[in-house]
């Protein structure tokens, strides 16, 4: 599919922390346009699913739910339905995220979901083992992350590099095409680089971002790093 993503990416996902939520997950995201454009690194946030338009609306920036139902049309009262957010002009979605996790068949019906509604595909994975497992679903991405790294400030890439490479070379054997970020703990533009280095396409980043002092000075060194 023809998206609006490149390489090197960001991918920033605003959780639910309270300071990514309503005007500010606006104002993260026009942080993140700014960043992008001064640098030329592609960067995209994830915001709650309530705040999705106000910041497609507001911010020219790549935007992606946190999280679809592999539902169609019809009755299924509170689910996500992978057409309402392509229709809100999301560009992508998250897809099993750790504190969002789906059993495979789950993850299977979901990919083939977001693909019919032209969405884009971030698989999340907890280990090099899940990741050989969903590759074969052909996502666009998957994002190697050990649930006990995130948020912890210690980062995957220089914590457990080999889960890193790993997961590159193993999804990449079962899928040539799919491009593997990394997150858990990224808060560094030295981070950053180590995943780069390891073969990661980008970096999927909350904490280090979203909580920071200062969002935009963090944002800038994640995105100058991958510049270089
Ligand atoms: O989705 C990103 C994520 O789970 C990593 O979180 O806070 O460790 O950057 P964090």
Wanted: with cysteine.
């Amino acid at each position: 599919m023809t998206t609006p993503i490149e390489y090197p990416f960001i991918l920033v996902n605003l959780k639910t922390y309270e300071e990514s939520l309503g005007p500010k997950a606006v104002a993260l995201a026009s942080i993140a346009r700014e960043i992008s454009q001064q640098t030329g690194v592609c960067i995209a946030v994830a915001p709650q699913t309530v705040d999705l338009s106000p910041v497609i609306k507001a911010v020219k920036i790549p935007v992606f739910a946190q999280h679809i139902d592999p539902v169609g049309y019809g009755r299924f009262t509170g689910h996500v339905l992978p057409e309402a957010i392509a229709g809100a002009g999301c560009v992508g979605t998250l897809i099993n995220h750790s504190e969002r996790r789906l059993p495979l068949e789950a993850i299977e019906a979901t990919v083939k979901r977001a693909k019919e509604a032209g969405l884009f595909q971030v698989v999340c994975v907890d280990s090099v083992e899940t990741g050989r497992s969903v590759a074969p679903y052909s996502p666009d991405v998957i994002a190697i992350e050990p649930p006990e790294l995130i948020g912890s400030g210690i980062p995957v890439s220089k914590a457990r590099p080999e889960v890193v490479s790993g997961s590159v070379d193993e999804c990449r054997k079962v899928n040539p095409d799919v491009n593997v970020l990394c997150g858990a703990g990224i808060t560094s533009g030295e981070d950053v680089s180590a995943a780069l280095r390891l073969g990661s396409a980008g970096v999927l980043v909350a904490s280090g971002v979203v909580k920071a002092a200062d969002p935009r000075a963090k944002l800038l060194d994640l995105a100058q790093a991958m510049s270089e």
